[in-house]
Structure formats: structure tokens, C-alpha cells
């Protein structure tokens, strides 16, 4: 069993360029972070030209955003969109010392993206996963070194939340581990260490919110009565827009991972399965307000 508790800080490797793996949107707006947070490199990879074109053309956009609220300078919104490039050539990966993916959640995927990078980068880089659920040992297992491989899974929306899990699984070295965590520190995040275990800290527990609320719908409670049942009940959003603002995917995604490994805890949901093919649960309008189901 690994000691619970941070590594020595000292163990901590420099990172002066980052890789992204992924420009959808979770990758787009933990790329952004980076380079604001960092003020190094930032080069992200997709499976064609033009993903990478959407991913770059989010976080340009986010940039511009800033600098129309004042939060940045002129100066510093151009810096930060020099420091940010997309490529569909793994060779770019060559000089980034750390490289994260947020591809889509699904194992043999992760799995693959990993080993297939792993011949492009450096001994040294350290290789961080966005899984939300999975397993980080098993993501690792076609690595030639999985010590180098650390889970560190951001929320949405990535700007706002303060938290990053920082997965420690078996093989992760203290070097990787510590790594992370300054990372996390330059990110200005509240980084929590936690076991390589199914959900691992947060989703185990939004997994039965939201589980349960799909449940209720399941077996025949209505969308509106379910969402309006849980208004004003503390949560910032209800279960039904954290699954729209997770992605109904992914949302579905980490609920079968759960049932997967606790049958007797977690439901899955054909319903949600569903609603994740026709994209949407609510109907909204051009400003993205809620008119109905
Ligand atoms: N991107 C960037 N910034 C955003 C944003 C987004 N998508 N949405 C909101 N913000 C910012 C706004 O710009 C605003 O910032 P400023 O005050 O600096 O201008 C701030 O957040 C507050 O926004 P609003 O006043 O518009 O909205 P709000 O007070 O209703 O808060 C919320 C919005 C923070 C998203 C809130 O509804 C919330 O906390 N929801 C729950 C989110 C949550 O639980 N996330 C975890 C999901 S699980 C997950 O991601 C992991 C997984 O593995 C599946």
C-alpha cells in the first residue's frame, strides 16, 4: 500500500512547455489555464486539422473574452495567444514535459493515445489523464514506463471550479505525484490526492445524484417534476443541467463505470443513453435559457 499524503515538493520536475491531447471542450478550457496560469507553451493535438482548428479557436476566443472584460491587458492576451499553437504532428510533443489528454472516455482509447505518444516525448515527461472515472493503472498498462502517469481530472466548467483530483495509482512515482501537485498549485486549484479507485472522490458521490435523478425518470417521474422538485435545494444547478453542462456522454459514460463497479450502488440508464445520442435534455432558447423538455 503507497503512503497516503503529498510527496516531497523537492521531487517536483520543471515543466517549461505543456502538451494537450484532445481539443474538445474540456481540453480547450484546461488548455486556456495552462497557458494563462503557466505562461509557457501550450501546443494541443486532435484527431484532425480541423478539431484542432475548433479547440484553438475556443480558447482564442476565450482570450479575447478576457481582454474584453478587462481581466487581461493587450499585451498579455497577445503573449498568451503566441504561447498557444495547435498541431496534428505528434512531433511537436517532443520538448513538452508535461502532457495531458481529455479524450474520449473510453479505455482501449486512452489507452492507445498513451502508448502512441509515449514514442514521441522525452523520458522525462510526465503524462497526466483528465479520466473522470476510469481506471488510471489500467489506462497506464500499455505504457513502457506507467510510473510517469498520474490521473489529475479537472471539473466543469474548468475556470470556475476550484478542484483538481490528483489520482495516485499504484505504479505513479513520487516524482509524477509531486509534479502534479506543484502543477496544480501554478493552476491556483485546491489539489486533493486521492486513490485509483472507480469515481475516486467527487464523481462517486455526483454519481448517485445524478444516477438517482435519471433513476426517477426511468421509472416515471417526469423531467419536470424531478427538476423542479430539486430547485432551491441547495445545488448550484439541477441534476439535469450538470449532466447537459458535463456532456450526456461523458455524464453516461461515468454512471456505467460506477454500475460497472458497484451493480448493487449505481444505476445505468438506457433513458440517458438515449438522451445522449439526441444531444440534449431541455429545450433552450438562442440565449441558452431553459423553455421546456
Ligand atoms: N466557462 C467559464 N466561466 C464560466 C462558465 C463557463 N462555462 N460558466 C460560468 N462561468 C463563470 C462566469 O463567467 C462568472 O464569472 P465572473 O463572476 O468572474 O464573471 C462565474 O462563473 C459565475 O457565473 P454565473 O453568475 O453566470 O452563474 P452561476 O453563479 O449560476 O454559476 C456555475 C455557474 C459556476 C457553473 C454554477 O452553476 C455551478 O457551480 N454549477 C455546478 C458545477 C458543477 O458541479 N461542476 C462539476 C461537474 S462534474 C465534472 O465536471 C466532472 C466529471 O468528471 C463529469
Known amino acids: 500500500k503507497k503512503p497516503a499524503g ?9 515543466v517549461t512547455k505543456v502538451g ?23 501546443v494541443i493535438t486532435d484527431l484532425d486539422q480541423s478539431r484542432v482548428d475548433k479547440g484553438l479557436g475556443y480558447i482564442r476566443d476565450e482570450i479575447a473574452a478576457l481582454l474584453a472584460k478587462g481581466r487581461i491587458s493587450h499585451d498579455e492576451s497577445n503573449r498568451l495567444n503566441a504561447l498557444v499553437s495547435g498541431t496534428t504532428d505528434k512531433a511537436d510533443f517532443a520538448d513538452a514535459d508535461w502532457v495531458i489528454e481529455a479524450v474520449f472516455e473510453e479505455l482501449g482509447v486512452k489507452q492507445d493515445v498513451f502508448a502512441e505518444i509515449e514514442k514521441h516525448i522525452s523520458d522525462t515527461a510526465v503524462l497526466a489523464t483528465n479520466t ?15 510510473e510517469r502517469l498520474v490521473g489529475f481530472h479537472f471539473f466543469n466548467p474548468v475556470a470556475v471550479m476550484p478542484l483538481i483530483e490528483v489520482v495516485n495509482a499504484p505504479a505513479t512515482s513520487d516524482e509524477t505525484l509531486a509534479t502534479a501537485m506543484a502543477v496544480a498549485a501554478k493552476l491556483k486549484k485546491t489539489a486533493v490526492i486521492t486513490r485509483d479507485t472507480p469515481g475516486f472522490v467527487v464523481n462517486r458521490v455526483l454519481a448517485k445524484v445524478l444516477g438517482e435523478a435519471m433513476h426517477a425518470v426511468d421509472t ?16 448550484p444547478m439541477s441534476p439535469f443541467e450538470l449532466l447537459e453542462l458535463v456532456g450526456l456522454k ?11 463497479a458497484f451493480p448493487d450502488r ?9 438522451l445522449a445520442e439526441h444531444g440534449r435534455i431541455f429545450d433552450r432558447d438562442d440565449k441558452g435559457k431553459i423553455k421546456g423538455f
Not at 6 to 14: E, F, G, N
Open 6 to 14: 503529498a510527496p516531497d515538493k523537492a521531487l517536483a520536475r520543471p
Open 20 to 42: 494537450v491531447i484532445g481539443a474538445g471542450l474540456m481540453a480547450s478550457q484546461f488548455a486556456l489555464l495552462f497557458v494563462r496560469r503557466l505562461q509557457v507553451p501550450v
Open 132 to 146: 473522470s472515472s476510469l481506471s488510471v493503472e489500467q489506462i497506464g498498462a500499455k505504457l513502457a514506463h506507467p
Open 220 to 235: 416515471g417521474t417526469s423531467f419536470e417534476v424531478m427538476n423542479r422538485a430539486l430547485d432551491r435545494f441547495g445545488l
Open 250 to 260: 461523458v455524464g453516461a459514460h461515468v454512471l456505467d463505470t460506477h454500475h460497472a
Open 266 to 274: 449505481f444505476f445505468e440508464s438506457a433513458n440517458l443513453h438515449r
